[in-house]
Every structure is written in structure tokens, then in C-alpha cells.
């Protein structure tokens, strides 16, 4: 990672980069919540690749201390794929995701065997607050490139997907669009036209704790073959 980036106080999403300006939200972490003090170092990026260094003005505004610089995005996207789980374990999903530096994030429509099921309010709703999650993950790892999350999605819609299994083939750096399937995995006719099925290893995994073992195992193949 960039000294610049990982060094920086904070690190905030602006809509504009040639004229950041901090929304209400931002300005309130930066000022009250991380405590950021007048011309304390932070950086600030489109979401897009573009970034730069600023200082955090007296009146809760920022300015402009380098110039802009281009981050490239990889050369191929990482996806994974995941069913609505319990409680607050799709947000620490979506986080850990983002963390991790997984560029596509998709969650699933209702499958055979899927315990939670949204509703099409709900799922707008939840699909907003899991993109605010990893909004803020991408600010908390300091990724100049915004995930994008997807709600909703028919696994049939996806394409070169492969299916997290135990009977599969060991992941390698072919495997770039991963699916996890919930608690009770996927049923036999869900996984007839997939692209494949990938194991991720040898025990049997809770639905979140497999999508953030394909998340490391994709992002450390991208990273040997000399891609961010």
C-alpha cells in the first residue's frame, strides 16, 4: 500500500476529487468521532481510483495538499457471492469483504435451502445499509476503489461462477467469481450450470466465515500474480 494512504489520518470518500468537500456525516466522524484535529493529514478519493492528500480545515472543511494521483484498477475483478445470513452477520460479511479487498460483493436472491429470506422492501433497505458497511470499510482500509454490492441476484444471472463445495477442486487463480450458498449449502440442481465447484478446504464452515476464506485465498492468487 501507498506510505501515504496507510499513513494518513483518516481516509474519506468526496464525490469531487479536484474539489473535495466533506458531506455532514463525514465531517462529524472526522471531527467527533475520529477526534481529527485543524491540519491533521488525511486523504480523500472519488472511489474511483482517484485520490489525494488534505488537511482538515478549522471550519470542518478540507483542502487540498498534493496533487491527484491515479490508483489502476486490477486487471481482473474478485467476486464473491453470498445468501442473506442471520442477524448482523451479513454486515460483518460485507465488511471483512470490503476489507479484504473483494471488488464485487453480491448477495443472493432467496435459494431452495435459504433460511433468511427478504422481502423486496426489506431487501432495498438492507442492500442500502450493506453498501453504507462497506463504504466505511473501504474508508477503514484505506482502498481508493469503492466495492460495488449488489443485491438481489439470481445465481443463473452470474456468469463464470463457481460454487464454494467440499467435493471441489482446490482454488486457484482461475476462480474469480465465487458463490457461498447458505447454512444448509446449495441444493443439486442449483449447481448444474455453474462454471464449476471450488473447495475451501477441509472442514465444514459457517456461511459467512467460507465467504471470507474464498475472499483471502482469491486476494492472495491476484496479489502473487503481481495485481493490487
Not at 1 to 30: G, K, N, Q, W, Y
Not at 51 to 57: A, G, I, M, T, Y
Not at 87 to 114: F, H, M, N, Y
Not at 200 to 210: I, K, N, Q
Amino acid at each position: 500500500m501507498i506510505s501515504e494512504l496507510r499513513d494518513s489520518t483518516a481516509h474519506v470518500f468526496v464525490d469531487a476529487i479536484d474539489t473535495p468537500a466533506l458531506d455532514e456525516i463525514d465531517a462529524h466522524h472526522l471531527l467527533r468521532v475520529l477526534r481529527v484535529k485543524p491540519s491533521d493529514a488525511v486523504t480523500v478519493s472519488d472511489g474511483r481510483g482517484k485520490w489525494c492528500s488534505c488537511v482538515v480545515s478549522a471550519d470542518a472543511g478540507i483542502e487540498a495538499t498534493s496533487e491527484v494521483f491515479t490508483t489502476a484498477a486490477p486487471n481482473w475483478r474478485l467476486t464473491v457471492a453470498f445468501s442473506p445470513v442471520k442477524g448482523e452477520r451479513a454486515e460483518w460479511t460485507v465488511q471483512k469483504l470490503t476489507e479484504i479487498g473483494i471488488d464485487e460483493i453480491i448477495v443472493l436472491a432467496p435459494t431452495i435451502r435459504s433460511v433468511v429470506r427478504w422481502d423486496d422492501g426489506r431487501s432495498n433497505k438492507n442492500i442500502q445499509r450493506l453498501r453504507r458497511v462497506a463504504r466505511e470499510a473501504a474508508m477503514q482500509s484505506r482502498r481508493t476503489w469503492l466495492p460495488v454490492v449488489h443485491g438481489a441476484t439470481e445465481m443463473s444471472t452470474i456468469a463464470n461462477l463457481f460454487i464454494a463445495d467440499p467435493t471441489g477442486d482446490c482454488l486457484d487463480a482461475s476462480h474469480r467469481v465465487i458463490a457461498v450458498g447458505p447454512e444448509g449449502g446449495f441444493a443439486p440442481q442449483e449447481t448444474q450450470n455453474c462454471a464449476g465447484l471450488v473447495s475451501l478446504g477441509d472442514t465444514v464452515l459457517r456461511a459467512e466465515t467460507a465467504a471470507i476464506s474464498a475472499a483471502v485465498l482469491m486476494s492472495d492468487y491476484r496479489r502473487k500474480q503481481g495485481q493490487p
